[in-house]
């Protein structure tokens, strides 16, 4: 009897390895797997860390950085990208003019999470490194998914209420060109975890409850990977964001304790991807809003 193989999509990330195995590359990975897609990696920083502190980073040579991608391209040629922890000038060089050269009318959907600073405040993007990742890798993406304090940056100033992050989201798509998921996870006197999606047309409004007692460490790696995956299963880009809220949140609520920490439980239970109709997701409605009811 001849077995019928499953032909899975791929996903590819670019980002740092965290030895703690709870953000970085180790995260991207199992959520890869959880949504049902092959995931490939090129790492482009290793990093010394665990769920409490970073007491190192050590940026991969972009020699091997782009032979890590030309690996993979090669053979595995990725659905869809995402980036997140890149660190340096020379890396970011290394992957934007490695995705340009391939650029094409069927280039895979990039996602790019801006990893700039750790929760416990360590640098993870050389200052030098901001100017080019906002002047040569935004202009690339897909979707950029910043925090709070990320969008700071990208923009110039601080996001503090939900009308504030409505007006942030598209300052940061008129300035870079890409759509933005801000997320407000940490917004001070919300009682849910608060998102907004902008892609110039569709504004989404996401919000699901906190899960009390969790100290989480990864989310964004984990929301951003899970996007990335969507969009390698065929889903369009406000249903892919819909799903990776509904898998972060998930996660967050399905997580484990590892010694005094936890772990986000990307493997946890069995999260379901919508199925694509015709290659194309259901366009769900969007939510636009003036404020955020859970507020006010």
């Known amino acids: 009897m001849r077995k019928s193989f499953t032909n899975l999509p791929v996903a590819l990330t670019i980002a740092g390895s965290d030895s703690g195995g709870g953000a970085g590359v180790q995260a991207d990975l199992k959520t890869f797997a959880a949504l049902g897609v092959h995931g490939t990696s090129a790492i482009a920083c290793l990093t010394a860390q665990n769920p409490k502190r970073v007491l190192g980073v050590e940026p991969c040579s972009p020699k091997m950085l782009r032979l890590q991608m030309e690996a993979i391209y090669e053979e595995l040629p990725p659905a869809a990208v995402k980036t997140g922890m890149l660190f340096s000038v020379e890396n970011i060089r290394v992957v934007t003019n490695y995705l340009v050269g391939r650029a094409s009318p069927r280039a895979a959907a990039l996602v790019v999470d801006p990893v700039m ?35 700071a940056i990208l923009i110039g100033a601080k996001i503090s209420t ?19 998921l801000l997320k407000g996870g940490h917004l001070k006197n919300c009682c849910e975890a608060l998102d907004i999606f902008f892609d110039g047309e569709t504004e989404l409004l996401l919000s699901a409850p906190f899960v ?7 989310t964004g790696c984990t929301y951003s990977a899970a996007i990335c995956a969507a969009l390698a299963l065929g889903h369009g880009l406000p249903h892919a964001v819909e799903i ?12 484990c304790k590892i010694g005094k920490h ?21 366009v769900h409605a969007s939510h636009s809003h003036a404020g955020c009811s859970c507020c006010s």
């Open 117 to 151: 600073v750790s929760t416990s405040g360590a640098r993870l993007l050389q200052p030098a490194a901001e100017k080019i990742l906002k002047e040569k890798l935004l202009p690339l993406a897909t979707l950029v998914t910043p925090n709070l304090d990320e969008a």
């Open 162 to 180: 939900p009308e504030a992050m409505r007006a942030a989201a598209r300052k940061i798509h008129a300035r870079y060109g890409c759509a933005v």
């Open 212 to 218: 009390k007692g969790v100290s989480t460490h990864g």
């Open 244 to 255: 990776g809220k509904n898998f972060i949140t998930n996660a967050i609520a399905g997580s």
């Open 262 to 282: 936890f772990a986000l439980g990307q493997l946890a239970g069995s999260f379901k991807v919508p199925a694509v109709a015709g290659g194309k997701s259901k």
